[in-house]
């Protein structure tokens, strides 16, 4: 076998023995990596259907049409741009269509659950191409939409982009659409984190109170790593032009060629979507989530916000004085994947933050259910209290130290061998 193949194998090996419970992540199917895997990816299509700049497109435009039809029906949107290559871009091509440089946008901070795009200063293209003014949860995780609307109706951006990668509670989309009426601005919703559990009725959507909706394709949606851009009615109505705004930002604006590969596995994950069997699947992460932010709760453990609405949980460490690189290195040589995150008002640089991240949408495509929720916080909980004093110096090099020297250790950690070989034998018994 040839060297990239052996470490594929070797990376389908760690996939298969181990927890995926990386919120952003999950198992596509065999039908989406043999569409994202295929020939079309030989292709060239820069423009839209019917109207490319190369020949040789016309079963390309058919694939291109089937994800975009596809799309609009399940979220009964007005337009869709399924041709960004993932949501950082796809964002931009929003910003890019509808603002002009300096213009001012609004957004969630990255800290407080945010994402990178939605105007985090300095050193973003969102932060730094436009001004931004961000706003942040109350001590206890919770957003609090009356600071929303005073900053808004004082600031008066252009543009609210609002969506979620660390916050475990339904946004209230209809309170954010009323904002940003009260002000003439566009309410861009990205939904990247829950689309899967927009289509499975288990999240509110937004589509009836944003203009525009951006989503990835590979989280809780279970497709191919790309983006979709739709356009809601309300949008249309406000600009009738905004579809072929946001289409011209896309190409020629910020991309060049299409993966049409990836669009013919935006088109099969949708088809999937539409099944019974995904309305049950989203329906099941949303209850693994609430059991295991329950039984974590009931471990000692602080669960951000008290609970979860979502597939995702964010554990504050600071009542433990612990770090999330402490723990979420712990917890990777137990099996259990997570990663460390910020948790509210956090003062712990971004490196090192204070939190951890952790959600169900993979562990439940493997078919896990409450019962596995159980086991597993029973091992975060054990790992967490087995590691308690291990706590991070505060100088910059020390810290850097103690963290080399923890990830020697713990490889020989007798409960960390002991948890990630129960840990295999979960695994086994639900395969990818
Ligand atoms: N990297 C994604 C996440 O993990 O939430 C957001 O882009």
Redesign the pocket.
């Known amino acids: 076998m040839d060297k990239v193949n052996i470490l594929i194998k070797k990376e389908e090996k760690r996939q298969q023995e181990t927890l995926m419970m990386?919120?952003?992540?999950n198992y596509a199917s065999k039908e989406v990596r043999n569409a994202v895997g295929s020939i079309l990816m030989n292709k060239y299509s820069e423009g839209y259907a019917g109207k490319r700049y190369y020949q040789g497109n016309r079963i390309i435009d058919e694939i291109e049409n089937l994800a975009i039809e596809k799309a609009k029906k399940l979220f009964k949107v007005a337009h869709v741009n399924c041709q960004s290559y993932s949501?950082?871009p796809a964002n931009s091509a929003v910003l890019f269509a509808l603002l002009n440089e300096g213009d001012k946008i609004m957004g969630l901070k990255l800290s407080s659950g945010g994402?990178?795009t939605h105007g985090h200063p300095n050193i973003t293209f969102s932060g730094k191409f436009f001004k931004s003014v961000q706003f942040g949860t109350k001590d206890d995780g919770v957003i609090d939409y009356e600071v929303v609307e005073k900053l808004a109706k004082k600031e008066k951006p252009n543009l609210m982009i609002i969506g979620t990668?660390?916050y475990p509670l339904i946004l209230d989309w209809k309170k954010l659409g009323e904002i940003a009426d009260s002000i003439g601005a566009w309410l861009v919703a990205d939904i990247?984190?829950v689309s899967g559990l927009v289509l499975a009725g288990v999240y509110t959507s937004p589509v009836p109170f944003a203009h525009i909706v951006t989503t990835?394709t590979h989280?809780t949606l279970r497709g191919p790593r790309g983006a979709m851009i739709m356009v809601t009615s309300k949008g249309l109505k406000k600009d009738s032009e905004i579809a072929s705004k946001i289409d011209r930002a896309v190409f020629p604006g910020l991309q060049g060629g299409p993966h049409n590969n990836t669009t013919a596995g935006i088109a099969q994950c949708l088809i999937e979507a539409e099944s019974k069997e995904f309305k049950e699947y989203g329906k099941q992460i949303v209850k693994n989530a609430i059991s295991l932010a329950n039984e974590l709760t009931k471990g000692g453990l602080t669960v951000v916000t008290g609970k979860t609405q979502c597939h995702l949980i964010v554990i504050d460490l600071r009542p433990l004085g612990l770090s999330g690189n402490v723990v979420a290195e712990a917890l990777e040589v137990g099996g259990i994947v997570v990663?460390r995150n910020s948790v509210p008002n956090d003062i712990a640089p971004p490196f090192y933050p204070s939190g951890i991240?952790l959600g169900t949408p993979a562990i439940t495509t493997r078919g896990m259910k409450e019962k596995e929720m159980k086991l597993i916080s029973s091992w975060i909980i054990s790992v967490i209290n087995h590691f308690k004093d291990e706590k991070l110096p505060d100088e910059k090099n020390e810290r850097i130290l103690f963290m080399k020297n923890f990830r020697a250790k713990i490889l020989k950690d007798k409960l960390l061998i002991s948890i990630s070989k129960e840990v295999k034998s979960l695994c086994k018994k639900f395969p990818i």
């Open positions: 990386i919120p952003s992540e949501g950082s994402h990178l990668t660390a990247s984190h990835t989280k990663n991240r």
